[in-house]
Nanobody
C-alpha cells in the first residue's frame, strides 16, 4: 500500500501564492509519476498537473498553465505544487496522485493508482 499526505493548503487572497506538498510512503515501487487534481464545489475532479519520475516531463491543465509549477524531490518522495497568481476559481480541494507508470501522460489521463485525502485551498477576492 501507498500513503499520500498533502499539506500546504489554506486561505489566500486573489493574486497571492500557496505551495502544496505531498509526501509518499509505503510500497511506492521503483519509479512513479506524481501529480495533482482538484475538485471545486459542485464540479467533478479535474486534472491540474503531473510530473514524470525523472522530472523531465511536466504537464498542466490549460487553466493553470503559466501560474502553477509542479516539481519533485525523489529522495524525499515528495511532490510540490507552487501556485502563483491565484484566482477565486482555483478554490478547490487539491488531491495528490501517484501512478505506477514512470511517465506523466498516463497520470494526466486519470491513470492514478493512489490518491491523497486532499487539502483545501480557498482563494478570496
Amino acid at each position: 500500500q501507498v500513503q499520500l499526505v498533502e499539506s500546504g493548503g489554506g486561505l489566500a487572497e486573489a493574486g497571492g501564492s500557496l505551495r502544496l506538498s505531498c509526501v509518499a510512503s509505503g510500497r511506492t515501487f521503483n519509479s512513479f509519476a506524481m501529480g495533482w487534481f482538484r475538485r471545486s464545489p459542485g464540479k467533478e475532479r479535474e486534472f491540474v498537473a503531473a510530473i514524470s519520475w525523472t522530472g523531465d516531463t511536466t504537464l498542466y491543465s490549460d487553466s493553470v498553465k503559466g501560474r502553477f509549477t509542479i516539481s519533485r524531490d525523489n529522495a524525499k518522495k515528495t511532490v510540490y505544487l507552487e501556485m502563483n497568481d491565484l484566482k477565486p476559481e482555483d478554490t478547490a480541494t487539491y488531491y495528490c496522485a501517484l501512478s505506477h507508470h514512470y511517465r506523466a501522460e498516463p497520470l494526466a489521463r486519470n491513470g492514478v493508482n493512489y490518491w491523497g485525502s486532499g487539502t483545501l485551498v480557498t482563494v478570496s477576492t
